[in-house]
């Protein structure tokens, strides 16, 4: 299985840019950028340092339900502060186990405090799929005999 740090290298290869807001940028900010990259949660950085994530699912529950403004709000209000990191030695068994116990759709790659990537449980299950499909295939040339 793949470790994480191959997982981003093989995403880089495919311009996968990670978007990040910082703390004190409004809600507001948030939504224009996950909605104008086309994703759901950003890392929340504060001098190069995750400080916390913010998602869709904080802006429905903390915003929204709440009756409260996204003009006003800064993305620190929001955010998840308990944020749960992989370092880029771990391997993709590890971040699935880690987001299913802890009901996590992205995981931010963390080396010495630094951000480096983030993954998202379709970059998973991708990469499980592909795994799975290069068994078969290996498993298929052993009973053939090749």
Known sequence: M???AELLKSKVQHSQQVHTIEPQQM???ALKLMAQMNVGALPVVLDGRVVGIVSE???ARKMVLLG???IGTPVSEIMSAHVITVTPQQNIDHCMALMTEGR???LPV???GQLLGLLSIGDLVKEAIAEQARLIEQLQQYIRGE
């Open 57 to 59: 699912r904080d802006y």
């Open 110 to 112: 963390v080396d010495n």
């Open 68 to 70: 409260r403004s996204s």
């Open 104 to 106: 996590l759709r992205h």
């Open 27 to 29: 809600v507001l900010d």
């Open 2 to 4: 793949k470790t994480v």
